[in-house]
C-alpha cells in the first residue's frame, strides 16, 4: 500500500488525551515507535473499535502523515485491558507505565526490543495484577535505555557495582542484598505466563520506591500519576 493510502501499523495504546476539539492519542506501534495521532472529536464517533483505545490495549492502526502529528484514519481491535479501568490504582500505574516509555525513548525511533517488551507486558495485564507488572517493566525499560546494566551483564556482574553505587547516591539507602538479587530476575523475565514472580510485599515496596526515585533522576521529572498514587497510599 502507497504512503498517500495510509501507513499500517500494529500498535499498543499508551494514552489519550482529549482536548477542545480534538483528542491526542500516543501509540507505541512495532514500525515506527512512539507516534502522536490526532483525531477530531466528530471523526473519533464515526470509527469502530474505538473501545479498544483504553491504555495498552492492542491494535492494529491506519495512519496518514500530517505535520507534527499523524492522523488517524482507522483502528482495528486486537484486543483491550479491561483491568487498567477496574480501580483507580490500576489507572494510575498504567498513566506511569506509559509516561516512562515516553520519557525514556524517542519518538518515532523503531526497536523491536521495547516493542515485544511492552507488547508482553501488555499480554501480561489482561489477567495479572497492574501494579507488579508495572514495576517488572519499569526496571526493565531502564535497562533498555541504557541506564543499567542489561540481563547478561549482570549475571556476570560487568557495571552492576557502579550503577548500585550510582543508586544509593540517589535514594540515600540504595538497594538491599535480597532486592539486588531480586531485580537480577527482573531483568531475565521473559514474560512467560507459565513463570510466576513471586517476592514478599516488603521487597515489592522496596523494588518500587528504587525504581521511581532512580527513574525521576534520569527522566528529569516525576511522572505525573505518582502524585496520585501516594495520595492512595501505594507509593512512599
Known amino acids: 500500500m502507497k504512503e498517500r493510502d495510509g501507513i499500517n501499523c500494529e500498535a499498543i495504546v499508551l494514552w489519550k488525551r482529549k482536548r477542545r476539539l480534538h483528542s ?20 473519533l464517533q464515526r470509527m469502530k473499535d474505538t473501545g479498544y483505545l483504553q491504555p495498552f490495549s492492542s491494535v492494529y492502526i491506519t495512519l496518514m502523515p500530517d505535520r507534527e502529528y499523524y492522523r488517524l484514519k482507522q483502528i ?6 479491561r483491568s487498567v479501568e477496574e480501580s483507580l490504582e490500576s489507572i494510575y500505574y498504567a498513566a506511569a507505565a506509559g509516561e516512562l516509555i515516553t520519557r525514556l525513548f524517542l519518538q ?8 515485544r517488551t511492552v507488547a508482553a507486558f501488555s499480554e501480561r495485564i489482561r489477567t495479572k495484577p497492574v501494579r507488579l507488572a508495572v514495576i517488572l517493566l519499569g526496571w526493565q525499560l531502564l ?13 556476570k556482574g560487568n ?38 514472580v513471586a517476592f514478599p510485599a516488603v521487597l515489592w515496596q522496596e523494588l518500587e520506591n528504587n525504581l521511581w526515585s532512580y527513574a525521576t ?10 502524585a496520585f498514587l501516594r495520595e492512595l497510599g501505594n507509593h512512599k
Not at 35 to 41: E, P, R
Not at 160 to 170: A, V
Not at 217 to 223: H, L, S
Request: glycine share 10%.
Open 108 to 115: 518515532e525511533e523503531q526497536d523491536f526490543r521495547v516493542y
Open 159 to 196: 557495571g552492576t557495582d557502579t550503577f548500585f553505587d550510582e543508586l544509593r547516591g540517589i535514594t540515600g539507602h540504595g538497594l538491599s542484598g535480597e532486592a539486588k538479587r531480586a531485580l537480577g530476575m527482573i531483568l531475565l523475565y521473559r514474560w512467560d505466563n507459565s513463570v510466576t
Open 217 to 226: 533522576m534520569q527522566i528529569g521529572a516525576e511522572p505525573t500519576a505518582l
Open 76 to 81: 482495528d481491535g486486537r484486543y483491550s485491558i
Open 24 to 43: 491526542v492519542i500516543t501509540f507505541l506501534t512495532k514500525q515506527k515507535g512512539i507516534i502522536n495521532c490526532s483525531v477530531s472529536h466528530r471523526e
Open 143 to 155: 535497562s533498555l535505555a541504557g541506564f543499567i546494566p542489561a540481563a547478561d551483564a549482570y549475571q
